[in-house]
């Protein structure tokens, strides 16, 4: 499978659990490709202790330059300060892709960087885990999972095309898209969510008296529903920074959502509500 990928050196570009995963994932699916490093310190040496990543180097031009496929994993806002850099350093012939949350404001900037050349493709894999760090990579992460990429399924661009191929090999199902649009469906669908678990959470948290009562009651539901609390702020700073209007719309519909069972509770009119919402779970569980 490797021979028909024309990538034969890949950098990654902060060795934590998304870059981490994709490198194991490549080093199990395309034994033949060389993974390079860079990321701090304490986490690139422990990549490497793992197996990660087979060279690690510690400057970022270092790790572009000379890389057919350069894998940025890092926060958005660091993210969106490295391109310059990136740019500068990276092969005529380079594919260079991200994994941001959000995708405009990485894609504008990028675009001021990559105007001839190296080509940018902006991504998102919709994988992960509520703990961080290479210790946690596992190369079936993304299996499963959507990969959203911004670009159109008929682009010719073989680089593009090779991406696409690697996704589908670790177990992702590409889903093109454009900026705007992944930015308003993850405000829906990922973003919503996590601030739901938290806006739970502190009411649990806040309702919750010096006997212990009602936590002590909490089933296996409470701690489903709760799952994304464990999701530490620095994860969704630049997220929510970079979104804020689509959060923010989510947010408000599911207000409308919630205004709309608190009128109704003592109606007896909430099946429909509960029918529509069994049929949401079961297309996700298929």
Known sequence: MASTIPFRRVAVIGTGLIGGSFALALRKHFPDIIVVGYSR???????????????????????????????????????????????????????????????????????????????????????????????Y?????????????????????????????????????????????HDWAVGIVSHLPQLVSIALAQVVRDETDETGMPLTLAGPGLQDMLRLAGSPYNIWRDILLTNTDNASRA?????????????????KELEQEFNAANGVYKLLRK
């Open 41 to 135: 310190a304490g986490s690139l040496e422990r990549a490497l202790e793992r197996g990660v990543i087979q060279e690690a180097v510690s400057e970022i031009g270092l790790a572009v330059r000379g890389s057919d496929l350069v894998y940025i994993s890092l926060p958005i806002g660091a993210t969106i300060d490295a391109l310059s850099a990136i740019a500068a350093a990276a092969e005529p012939h380079a594919l260079v892709t991200d994994v941001g949350s959000t995708k405009a404001a990485i894609c504008k900037v990028a675009a001021t960087h990559f105007r001839s050349g190296a080509r940018f493709l902006g991504a998102h894999p919709m994988a992960g885990k509520e703990k961080a760090g290479v210790d």
């Open 137 to 181: 990579a596992d190369a079936e992460l993304f299996r499963g999972a959507s990969y959203a990429l911004v670009a159109n399924e008929n682009d010719n661009d073989p680089r593009v095309k090779a991406f696409a191929e690697i996704v589908r090999a670790i177990g992702a199902q590409p889903v093109w898209t454009d900026a705007d649009t």
């Open 251 to 267: 947010l408000d519909r599911l207000a409308q959502a919630v205004d709309h069972l608190r009128r109704n509770l003592a109606s």
